[in-house]
């Protein structure tokens, strides 16, 4: 499973990068927005430092002019991935892109046949929401299996990226159910490493450490 970390902060990517665990990136807008900076130095910054994919989201609503900005997104590296938004528009926008051979991530994917939609398209990614459903009383996960479920049963190659993680525990169901990818905030990221009982045996370790004869 990748792990790609869900931020527009430069030194959040930088300290998941130095972890050795990270694959690529996923912003959005509210994200772009949060990290305070202009969205061209954030694109031009992100991309100078991954190597892997860097998720950029278009914020057109009409196909024609996402397909433009698609096409400017991309020139701040081939590694770009287009997010576009799981609306008609943008289903449109991702044919035309696949047929460029441009890469997309179809986000705001909230019902499993929104997904089968955005791989019919010609999608590369497709994101559900996990956490926002369960924001609402929804099971999020129960979407991210269903998608792995149908798309197994036609071989679709659409990766699932599962997003709006919120806590260790979408991580470790998404990777049982065989997830491509989970986009996480640098906060999960930190938690994932964490156990009590490794915090207490690495004490232990240089408690006794301090007994030891010299
Ligand atoms: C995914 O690409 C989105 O940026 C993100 O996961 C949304 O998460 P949120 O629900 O925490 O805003």
Redesign the pocket.
């Known amino acids: 499973m990748k792990f ?1 970390i ?1 931020s527009a902060d430069i030194s959040e990517i930088k300290e998941a990068q130095a972890l050795g665990i990270l694959d690529g990136v ?3 807008p ?2 772009v927005a949060k990290s305070g900076q202009p969205f061209d130095e954030v694109a031009k910054s992100i991309c100078s430092v991954v190597q892997g994919p860097v ?1 950029l ?1 278009v914020i057109s609503t009409n196909w024609e002019e996402m397909v433009a900005e698609a096409r400017g997104l991309r020139k701040y590296g081939g590694n770009v991935v287009v ?1 576009v938004p799981m609306t008609a528009d943008g289903l449109k926008a991702v044919k035309q892109l696949h047929e460029q051979h441009i890469p997309t ?1 179809v ?1 705001l994917i909230f019902q499993p046949i929104q997904a089968l939609l955005a791989a019919k398209a010609g999608a590369t990614y497709v ?1 559900p ?1 996990v ?2 459903l369960d ?1 609402i009383s929804q099971d999020g996960m129960e979407l991210a299996r269903d998608i792995i479920t149908i798309y197994r049963h036609y071989d679709v190659k659409t990766n699932v ?1 599962v ?4 806590n260790p525990v979408h991580i470790l169901e998404a990777a049982k159910m065989g997830a491509d990818v989970v ?1 996480v ?1 640098l906060k999960v990221i930190q938690q994932l490493m964490k156990h009590p009982l490794t915090e207490a045996g690495l004490k232990t370790f240089l408690d006794d450490w301090k007994k030891v004869k010299v």
Request: neutral net charge; charged residues 25%; hydrophobic residues 25%.
């Open positions: 790609f869900d996923t912003t959005n509210s994200l998720n989201e997010k991530n986000t994101s929401f956490g926002r924001d990226l997003a709006s993680v919120r986009t905030p």
